[in-house]
């Protein structure tokens, strides 16, 4: 245990490969959190029939939202607080695979990255058809893609530890 945890230290220290996977896992804890708590995910137009404004709704509105229209569980569920647990759980994984990067971690932080993904599509796609989701793309805005982009850098990371450690 104590020759992990020294050349773990090492290895920042002195600037080899696990300084870029620690610094990909900052990077995607940043975009992910950021994502929830800052900008727009959905731009959704003025609708004449209703009188609604144009208005984009960020993950708070999109929690507030679910509670006022016909939603599923899913969606509730995730906008009330699995996403921040999906997001929680991937920055922890994230931590442990960059510093520790063994085939366990970095397994765990790919299915991680993976099921926030898949959890935060369900949650978006709703009550719309398949169609109707990939119609709406368009509205979709700078917090989505943040999320979309922390993910994908979170399983990177997780790849690249299972490569590495494939390789040693």
């Known amino acids: 245990m104590t020759k992990t945890t020294s050349s773990v230290k090492s290895n920042i220290a002195h600037g ?8 990909a896992t900052g990077l995607a804890a940043v975009l992910l959190v950021a994502s929830l708590v800052g900008p727009g995910w959905v731009h959704a137009p003025a609708d004449p029939a209703t009188g609604a404004p144009a208005t984009t709704l960020d993950f708070q509105g999109l929690n507030t939202l679910t509670s006022l229209v016909p939603s599923t569980a899913w969606q509730q569920a995730y906008f009330g607080w699995l996403g921040w647990a999906m997001v929680v759980l991937t920055i922890a994984v994230g931590i442990a695979a960059s510093l520790r990067r063994d085939g366990r971690s970095g397994t ?5 990255s993976s099921l926030g993904l898949v959890a935060s599509l369900f949650a978006v796609k709703g009550t719309m058809s398949w169609s109707e989701l990939i119609a709406a793309t368009d509205t979709m805005r ?12 979170s399983m990177a990371v997780g790849i690249i530890v299972l490569v590495r450690r494939r390789a040693a």
């Open 142 to 153: 700078i917090g989505s893609y943040m999320l979309i982009v922390g993910y994908v850098v």
């Open 16 to 23: 080899s490969r696990i300084d870029r996977l620690v610094g």
């Open 108 to 112: 765990a932080l790919v299915l991680a």
